[in-house]
Each structure stands twice: as C-alpha cells, then as structure tokens.
C-alpha cells in the first residue's frame, strides 16, 4: 500500500515537473499552406488502404507504420519512382501556393502598417478638430 502511495507521488511530480510540457507552438496563419508530403508519405497513404482492407480488425497504428516501413525499405528505386514523382507534383504546387500565400500576406502588413501609421492623432481627435473649424 505505502509503495503504491509513494509511486504515485512520484510520476504525478514527473508530470509536473516536464517545463516543457505546458508549452504549444505558435498557431499557424490562417490559410497558410501545408508543407507538402514526402515521397513516403504519399506511399503511405495509399498503403495504409491497401493494409487495412486486408486486416480490417486491425486499429494499431504501430502495426500499419512498421509493416509500410518493411515495404518501403524493400522496394527498388523503381518500384519507389512513382511515389516520388507524385511528391515532387505536390511540392511544386505547394510552392505555387505558398507564394501566393507570401505575397499576400506581405501587401495585407504593408495595408495595416499604413492604416495604424497615419499620424499621431486617433479618429477620435479627427473628428474633435472637424468641428472646430
């Protein structure tokens, strides 16, 4: 009982005590693109349909990533081809998309800059001066 007690403790202490755990990233811009997939990863999604039509009982993630890796590491450059040039289709497009995305993002921050950039007074003052004249 006092050894259940006292490991309890502990990994609780653990948890806490990560510093890093209640860190997150920085949420991405909307509409910013996704980064395009690798030549494995375009394997991957058509090889995890294949798998799991062939084991439907089967919810392991683990089991269906190990068994895609084994695949890959033993297809031929050949046999891989198709893959990485889908990858690279993806990835022109998204550098396609990613520019667009850029550009507009750097004309809508020159817009706000110039917008909050007027001047020293606010609306407020503007509209204080116009009715003194």
Do not use: C, I
Request: aromatic letters at 6%; zero cysteines; hydrophobic letters at 25%.
């Amino acid at each position: 009982m006092k050894g259940k007690a006292d490991t309890s403790k502990k990994d609780e202490g653990r948890l806490r005590a990560g510093g890093g755990a209640g860190k997150r990233k920085k949420a991405a811009a909307s509409g910013k693109p996704k980064r395009p997939p690798s030549a494995f990863f375009v394997f991957m999604s058509e090889f995890r349909q294949e798998y799991q039509a062939q084991h439907p009982g089967n919810k392991s993630v683990a089991a269906v990533s190990k068994a895609a890796g084994e695949k890959w590491r033993a297809m031929s450059e050949q046999e891989k081809q198709p893959y990485v040039d889908q990858a690279g289709q993806k990835k022109q497009d998204y550098e396609k998309t990613k520019a667009n995305f850029e550009k507009k993002e750097s004309t809508s921050s020159k817009k706000a800059k110039t917008d909050d950039d007027d001047g020293s007074k606010s609306e407020v003052d503007d509209e204080d001066d116009e009715d003194d004249e």
